[in-house]
C-alpha cells in the first residue's frame, strides 16, 4: 500500500469510501452488514487505514454499520472521517445535534477527520453566517480533541470555493474535491487545485471513477488507453491521474464488493504516475468523452447581452452538460438539480421566454431556447 503525509502521520494514499457498500436487494439503506465487515476487515490486512462516512450515507446507515466494522481494531490503527450534513438546508442549525449524534452512532470518543460537506452555490451563505454557529461549534470540537483535523467538501464553482476560504481557510487542512481526469477541466478542477495550492491545503479525492463512468468505457476510448499501457486496467488509469498530481493526499473510493478492493490495492501497490505524452492521451480521450454527450458552448457570452431575462445562459449550459454526462454515465445527478435550485426563479432555465434573441447571436448555432425547455422540464 502506498502513503501519503499529511502533518506527522501516514495516511493510505487509498481511502475507503463508505457511500457505496454491499447492499441487500439493490436497496440502498440495507447494507450487507456482514460483507461490509468483510470488506473492512481486508481492507486492513491490505494496508488501509483511512475511513470515510457520512451522516446521509445509506440512508444515515453508513455511519452506524463503519462503527461496528471498525469497533473490531485498535483506535489507533485506523483514521476516521465524518461531515456534517450541509447538503440539506434543515441542518443549518442542528450542528449540536447533530455532531454529538455522530459519535454515538460510530461508537467513537473523536473524528480524527471532520468536514463542512458539499459547499456549494445552494448552502454557501448559510455556512458564512454566524448565526448558524457551525464553524464556531466545529472549533469548538476542535478545541476539545473531539475533532483532530478540520477540513471541508466542495462541488461549488471556482468563486463559492474562494469565498469559503476567504472565511475559513486559515483553519483549514484539508479540502475534498471531485477530481477525475473528465472534471480536472469540465469541473474546474485544475481551477480549484491551484486554488488550494495559494493557500498551502492538501487536496483529498471524491469521484475518482465519476461513479463507474471511468471503470467502464466504450471500447473507443478504452482502446487508446490500452495502446499506451497494454497491462493496465482501464480503472487504474483514473487512479495514476490522481496519483500524478503532487497536491493529492487521499484517493477515496466507494467499492462495493471484495472485487473492486482488490482490484484498487493492486493498483496502490506501486507508483506508476503518467508520462508527460500519457498524460497528453488521456487528456484527448477526456475531450472526446466530454463531446460526445456536451453542448459545444464556449462561453462567449454573446448570449447573455441580448436576453431579455439576462440568465446566465453559459452557466446554465454548462450544468445541462454536467447533467447529461453524469447521467450518461449510469449515475446520479445531484449537482445540477443543487446549483439549479439555488438560481432565483427569474434565473431558472423555466424562465427562458423562448424569444431566440440569443440563437441569433450564437457562434456555436446552438440551439439555445430548446436546451433551456429542456433542462427546466429536468430541474424545474
Known sequence: MLYRSFQDIKISALGFGAMRLP?????????????????????????INYYDTAWGYHNGNSE???????????RESFYLADKFPGYDLGNMTKVKEIFPEQLRKTGMEYFDFYLFHNVCEMNIDYYLDPKYGIYDYLMQMK???????????????????KRFLDAYGKDMEFCQLQLNYLDWTFQHGKEKVEMLREWGIPVWVMEPLRGGKLAKMPERFSGKLQAMRPDEEIPAWAFRFLMSIPEVTVILSGMSNMEQLQNNVKTFSEEKPLSSEEMAGLMEVADEMLSVRSVP???CHYCVSHCPMELDIPRLIALFNEHNITIDGGGFDFIAPMAVGALPAE??????????????????????????????????
Open 23 to 47: 447492499v441487500i436487494d439493490g436497496d440502498d439503506s440495507k447494507i450487507d452488514v456482514e460483507s461490509a465487515k468483510k470488506m473492512v476487515d481486508e481492507a486492513f490486512r491490505s494496508g
Open 64 to 74: 452506524l454499520v463503519m462503527g461496528k466494522a471498525l469497533a473490531s481494531h485498535p
Open 143 to 161: 478545541k476539545e480533541g473531539k475533532i483532530k483535523h478540520l477540513g471541508f467538501s466542495c462541488h461549488g464553482e471556482p468563486d463559492v470555493l
Open 297 to 299: 458552448c464556449t462561453a
Open 347 to 380: 434565473k431558472k432555465p423555466s424562465a427562458c421566454l423562448h424569444c431566440q434573441s440569443c440563437e441569433a447571436v450564437c457562434p456555436q448555432n446552438i440551439g439555445i431556447s430548446g436546451i433551456m425547455e429542456e433542462f427546466a422540464g429536468i430541474v424545474g
